[in-house]
């Protein structure tokens, strides 16, 4: 398990749009770093 430390003082104070956009980003960041196929990346 993964917490984003002050990811809702983020989102509140650049709008959802921009959480969302950094949501996305950091998932492509994980499934990058997956090496085994048996680990899955989810929300």
Do not use: P, Q, S, Y
Not at 2 to 11: P, S
Request: glycine share 6%; net charge negative.
């Amino acid at each position: 398990m993964i917490d984003l430390d002050n990811f809702k003082n983020g989102n509140d104070m650049f709008g959802h749009l921009e959480g969302d956009r950094i949501l996305k980003d950091f998932v492509l960041l994980l499934k990058n770093a997956v090496i085994r196929d048996t680990d899955v990346v989810c929300r």
